[in-house]
């Protein structure tokens, strides 16, 4: 078996076989693991327990959220136990790396997977760049694309109904005072509003003590010209009073992926995983969870592997997302592309007002798990977009 990139998906992938007794190699470009670690990394504490995370992989635990608005208003939701995690990413893929290699599986890093055909044997071979640079090849049973978004070896298949939406981003890792800290341990903080971050959101999380990581992040929209990143989030630096904190890490990213997951999940012995068919959740950008999701979803598959797997690992990832994936992600294309008006800031600061009532568990529930019951079937239709 050959995996193709080493982040959470494929990482986590490998590891899962392994322990099956799966013989398994995960190759990643990147020599380094904590390199280009972008990720808010927020995570609920379900998903730790769920997937066996260590302390070391645990940049701070938050029990609260804190939500500044369009008004200006910040709005709090607390509980006194953690809510869930901020991960160290880096430290997160070293881990799953380690875990990979201790159960008998290869890692290696600094390779590159330039290309496929199909073995005269059923098999595959992949064309393939090692840290050296040389070009060497690699037969395997199967082949599974974990590039993340670049979907390097399965593509991005045909334009249809349902294409991919982007979104990118930008994170600073903050040195800060011993007063800065406090203002923003424990909590995950998110700004909200058109004058804020038009067309997506920007937030402040806490890792270690006297570390904050501040982004910002938005939809991508060709319609419009929208500000560049690193001004908006110069501007979020100043809003905040954060504008000294000293810049320790600088990193960003792009996120793409369908509303309805209508990609290619592969052909033939290749298959794609996590980014690759959309696991990326484009409401809250959150990606670690559902990529490490996914994998479990096709580890258990490539165990007892029939002839052909894509429509049954299709089957299988859409009932493991469930029928709430499609609503999270048209609520997020209706939230934060239509986020560049006075009049989205009202409609916001109205969703808003009606958070209050929740709890910090109910909270978490509707943006961690998607439950929309909170506000009534009846409001679904306004929220996504059908209603007025």
């Known amino acids: 078996m050959l995996v193709v990139g080493a982040g959470p998906a494929g990482a986590e992938l490998g590891r899962c076989l392994a322990k099956a007794g799966v013989d398994v190699c995960v190759i990643d470009r990147l020599p380094d693991l904590r390199r280009a670690a972008f990720s808010s990394a927020a995570m609920p504490m379900g998903a730790v327990e769920e997937f066996g995370l260590p302390a070391q992989v645990v940049g701070s635990r938050w029990t609260s959220w804190n939500l500044l608005g369009p008004s200006g208003q910040w709005r709090a939701w607390q509980q006194q136990q953690p809510l869930g995690v901020v991960l160290d990413f880096g430290a997160l893929r070293c881990w799953l790396g380690e875990q990979l290699q201790a159960w008998g599986g290869r890692l290696q890093l600094g390779w590159t997977a330039i290309g496929s055909e199909s073995a005269a044997d059923g ?39 349902d294409p991919l939406v982007s979104g990118v981003g930008l994170e600073w890792l903050l040195q800060v005072n011993q007063q800065q800290w406090l203002r923003w341990q424990g909590s995950l903080s998110f700004v909200l509003g058109s004058q804020w971050v038009p067309q997506g959101y920007g937030w402040v999380f806490p890792m270690q003590p006297g570390v904050l990581k501040l982004g910002v992040c938005r939809l991508l929209d060709p319609r419009r010209t929208q500000p560049g990143l690193q001004t908006l989030q110069q501007q979020l630096l100043a809003q905040l009073d954060l504008a000294d904190a000293e810049v320790l890490d600088r990193h960003g990213g792009l996120m793409r992926s369908r509303i309805r997951r209508q990609d290619c999940h592969g052909h033939g012995r290749l298959l794609a995983l996590g980014d690759a068919v959309s696991t990326g959740n484009l ?49 997020a294309r209706r939230t934060w592309l239509g986020l560049h008006s006075p009049k989205a800031d009202q409609r916001l600061e109205h969703w808003l007002r009606a958070l209050e009532s929740c709890s910090a568990v109910e909270l978490s529930a509707l943006l961690f798990d998607y439950r929309f019951e909170r506000f009534g079937w009846r409001a679904l239709p306004y929220m996504l977009g059908l209603g007025r």
């Open 123 to 161: 098999g595959v071979i992949t064309l393939c760049r090692d840290a050296s640079g040389a070009r060497c090849s690699i037969r395997s049973d199967w082949l599974i694309d974990a590039s993340g978004q670049q979907r390097a070896l399965v593509g991005d298949g045909p334009l249809g109904p």
């Open 283 to 331: 409401l809250g950008g959150e990606g670690i969870r559902h990529a490490m999701s996914s994998a479990r979803v096709l580890a258990s598959l490539l165990q007892h592997p029939q002839a052909d797997l894509v429509e049954p690992y299709r089957k299988a990832l859409r009932q493991q997302l469930g029928w709430r994936w499609n609503l999270s992600g048209r609520l």
